[in-house]
């Protein structure tokens, strides 16, 4: 099974900040990762596919990159709308989640 | 626009089974392109991939923690998919939501979720 590694778990941030979480992959997964975003109570949302791909209708300040095991997600200025758990989750071999990073205000 | 809706019993009894309707209206699913896919997320947990059908196929694949007790099936009269989990525990306490995975494999559509509580 291919294991997906977050960090951090949470975060702590001001509005305006640079926001960046990490994603490690157990083995070798080319370009085969997504970001989601959920808000407490709702289902995930898309907001990057093929690790650098913006979903349709998401803001620019959202981004991906990586290829191979290591992948970045990184939200340019954060906003309060922005307070949420965002997950990786690869498409390599079958489908797995990376555990969440919560995103709060500081 | 394509909408998905989740629905079945809210409280299933430890041993028995589990089963989840998903309504999909605003797209086929017996046309090609896509697959049907089940996740779940445990109480203040992350989210788990339980599988998914592609139903031109006919295949489907399973998370293999889950796959000896799910079935995933397609009724296209419908335009419904379900999950069936067998021999639940209350380990399997979880909300439960269905999703159209694209072609750029992505879930890009979810349904609102169900919980599921697994209780004597």
């Known amino acids: 099974d291919i294991q997906l590694t977050q960090s951090p778990s949470s975060l702590s941030v001001s509005v305006g900040d640079r926001v960046t979480i990490t994603c490690q992959a157990s083995?070798?997964?080319?370009?085969?990762l997504n970001w989601y975003q959920q808000k407490p109570g709702k289902a995930p949302k898309l907001l990057i596919y093929d690790a650098s791909s913006l979903e349709t209708g998401v803001p620019s300040r959202f981004s991906g990159s990586g290829s191979g095991t290591h992948f970045t997600f990184t939200i340019s200025s954060l906003q309060p709308e922005d307070i949420a758990t965002y997950y990786c989750q690869q498409f390599d071999t079958l489908r797995t989640f990376g555990q969440g990073t919560k995103v709060e205000i500081k | 626009q394509l909408q998905l809706q989740e629905s079945g019993p809210g409280l299933v009894k430890p041993a028995q089974t589990l089963s989840l309707t998903c309504t999909v209206s605003?797209?086929?699913?017996?046309?090609?392109?896509?697959?049907w896919s089940w996740i779940r997320q445990h109480p203040e947990k992350g989210l788990e991939w339980i599988g998914y059908?592609?139903?031109?196929?006919?295949?489907?694949q399973y998370n293999p923690s889950l796959k000896s007790r799910v079935t995933i099936s397609v009724d296209t009269s419908k335009n419904q998919f379900s999950l069936k989990l067998i021999s639940v525990t209350v380990a399997d306490t979880a909300v439960y939501y269905c999703?159209?995975?694209?072609?750029?494999?992505?879930?890009?559509?979810w349904g609102q979720g169900t919980l599921v509580t697994v209780s004597s």
């Open positions: 605003g797209a086929s699913i017996s046309k090609g392109g896509y697959y």
């Open positions: 059908i592609y139903y031109v196929r006919g295949s489907t």
């Open positions: 083995q070798d997964i080319d370009n085969y």
């Open positions: 999703a159209r995975e694209s072609g750029s494999s992505s879930f890009d559509s």
